[in-house]
DNA sequence: CTCTTTTTAGAACATGTGTTTGACATAACC
DNA sequence: GGTTATGTCAAACACATGTTCTAAAAAGAG
């Protein structure tokens, strides 16, 4: 094999491309697969095989899974092909589900749908690895975090110093602020009916996350 | 077999539903469509001709739509799945748009569009007749509505005593809470370092609806 | 039971469509 | 020039698949 120009725009790289944007735009029209001959018409070619054979290319490209022998059977491979499924409303819409209620000693952190949902604009809490938790108690109020509020949680193992975290104390799960006293981690309640809480990262204690976001809709 | 006597028909229409069905189930897991025979195998039939009426009928119904002739081009008409359309994720999520910020005499309430738009469920605020505000001060900070948090305000030109209301005075827009002193009404800010505002229901002092819900993204 | 209607089956038919083969043109390269 | 690679084409081929026809089987109706 000698070298191939890269450099220059070969001519089957135009009709590749022309083939590929007409399968696309069919497939988008039309909800279904074009066949060659739609294909040559489309992307002006004359001959059933010269589509074959870029077809068979777009193929080994991964732009499309090409099923030989099968009609109309040509799938676009790229980000999702998405067909009556749920679909966000905007690639930045990721759905949250509400996992539990979370503080003062509740089961917590079981079912992996806690009945409602929440929908969040992915760019806003910057990660799609989060959860949603009901806030049951009002041990953060002078952190402006009430009873019944939903929190986001972006899930992570650590977190820093002064973060709003979410955490796992045995069987309990509660929202605290993590900080330090006299070099010693603690999570700390923001409410002074309550104190701060020795906290040992364990099997027993375990960060679930850092607070992102706040949904509340009970406003007094 | 199941003597099912509900109407007219009951053998075919155990049919067509198991054709319905499976056609529903290869297009959805497979993005094409089955092959007449495909059908066969999977609504349990011997004979494509079998098949083929169902097919016409199902498309009489309009529930698929049937290309004569082309192969593997069955199309679900479902509810409009016109791909790359701005569509809710279900049924009960609105589009909030933010127009404008609020309090301290910001312009206000001019755009329609201020830039970010977020989602809510619709059963969670009760009406779609909603839209977002972005807070700026901290004259609301005892009721827990910080600086730069988004508020939902639900559209209405009355308000009870007690409620947390967004309204215009003058060139101005605030949120605060809706309350009489001495019999006449006022606007209270929660916080100590502001003065009650004496509020009157007209052309420069309007109420623009009652905040039903908050949603935070900066969390300190 | 007999007659009618509906549902399914089987087979034959028709054709849309994937696949292959070989040829012709054009360009690149020695 | 001759040689080789590449892009395209036309035609022939193979067959998966849509369509139709006729009839058997099943279900109701009387």
New interface residues.
Partial sequence: MSTTPLNSESKSAKSIERVYKYVQKYI?D????P?VRDICAGAGLKSTSSVHTYLRRLDEMGLIEYRPG????I?LKNSA??????????AD?V?LNCIGKITAGQPIYAHEDYG?S????KS??GSDECFMLKVSGSSM?N??I?DGDYIIVRKQNTCDEGD?IAALIGEEATVKRYGKLNGKPYLFPENELYSPIPFFDTEECKILGK???????N??
């Fill in positions: 988008h039309n909800a279904l697969s066949s099968m009609r109309r059977a799938i092909e998405g067909s009556s499924e749920e679909e966000p409303v905007s819409v759905k409602d929440q929908y969040v604009n806003i809490i109020i952190a402006h009430l709003i607070v992102v976001g706040l949904h509340r809709y406003i007094n």
